[in-house]
Each structure stands twice: as C-alpha cells, then as structure tokens.
C-alpha cells in the first residue's frame, strides 16, 4: 500500500539492492480475559459463529494481508477491519471493539508485558526468540501458514558495484554487533545481513506477494 499518489520514481526499478537489516514476524494479540485465550480457540469460536473481528493498520499492508491468509488457511470467515494507526488497532482491542488485533511486536510489547493483551500467536515458520512460549499459526491450528516482513537497504539505480560492496561489508560488520542485535531483538526484529542477490530474490518474492 502507497503512502502517497504520485512518485517522481519508480520503487521497484529505480534501486540496486544493497542488503538486509532485518526480518520479523507478526503478533496476533487478543485481549487479556477473553473468551479465547489461544488462536484455536478462537478459530473455534468463529467457524462456530462467524461474527468475529480481527485488525491492523491500513498503514501497513502485510499485518492486514495475514489476516486474508489466516481466514484461507483456517478456514474461518471473520471481518478484517482496518485502522490508521498501530495505537488506534489496540484501543479498539482493549475496549472489546475487536476480538483479535495483528501488529508489529514493538507495537502491542508492553500490552503483553503489562498482560492488558495476550500474544496467542505469531507468523513465522519458527516461534520466535522473544516470545518462545507462543506458538506459532500453524502450530496453534492455523493451518499451513507463513507470513515474514523484512526491511533492507537500497541504492539508486547506477550506484557503482564497488560501493554496494564497500556499503555491504560495512553493514554485515554493524549487524553482527551484540549489543544492535540485543536491542533489535527486544524491539521482535532479527538483525542480519544479505547480498545483494539474495535480497534481489527476497524483493521479487515480495513484489508477487506476501511471503
């Protein structure tokens, strides 16, 4: 989803990939003392009675895509309604608006925290390092399921090879610190570098779809 109508370039064709910085996973978050403490249960509860309503950010395409895939792979048929903002998703879960909300870690981390919200669930193949007890949707009843962000670095197009490979070996170095890989983990990001193949492939992937 564009932030805005027109460009003066094209985003996709106009930068040479550079590397990765980091890749993460999407929390599905439901609110604490609900009637479905867990993804299955309240997959249960939607095929049972499909008046269910889960949310994220219209800002933001990939949290409001996992909730299309989720209703495939589990089979279930909920409202998926959008918001403007991260802040906006989680008022509405906290005060019963929605049942289900799915965001960024950094987002809903000290709802979970402070147990105003319980992580039920997240979106990636393997649980993650910061939430090791919540499983992930396939795991919880979810179905064949795999949805992952990432963000990168990009170089304008024409941007000598001698530079992308200056800018990448300096960027594999930093990724590698403890302390930004620490700090990057506590915000549910895992820091890592890539060539800039690999995050060419990684782009075209994500040009045709989520991942």
């Known amino acids: 989803m564009s932030l805005f109508k027109n460009l003066t370039f094209n985003p996709v064709t106009d930068f040479v990939p550079v590397s990765s910085m980091g890749y993460f996973d999407f929390i599905f978050v439901t609110q604490a003392g609900a009637p479905y403490p867990t993804l299955a249960e309240f997959i249960k509860a939607a095929k ?6 889960m949310s994220a950010p219209s800002m933001s395409d990939r949290p409001e895509s996992c909730g299309a895939i989720v209703q495939s792979t589990a089979g279930v048929d909920v409202t998926i309604v959008p918001f403007r903002s991260s802040p906006d998703v989680l008022i509405a879960l906290l005060r019963g608006d929605i049942q289900m909300a799915i965001e960024n870690y950094s987002a809903v981390q000290s709802h979970v925290a402070d ?3 319980i992580a039920v669930s997240s979106s990636g193949t393997i649980r993650t390092a910061f939430l090791p007890d919540v499983p992930t949707v396939k795991e919880a009843g979810g179905g064949d399921f795999e949805a992952r962000s990432w963000n990168a670095i990009f170089a304008p197009k024409g941007t000598p090879p001698e530079v992308i490979k200056t800018l990448n ?23 890592k570098a890539s060539s800039p193949e690999n995050l060419d492939r990684l782009k075209a992937i994500s040009t045709n779809g989520l991942m």
């Open 48 to 53: 049972a009675k499909p008046a269910r309503s």
């Open 169 to 191: 070996a300096a960027l594999r170095e930093v990724l590698e610190m403890p302390d930004l890989k620490k700090r990057a983990l506590d915000l549910g990001i895992e820091a």
């Open 115 to 117: 147990k105003a919200a």
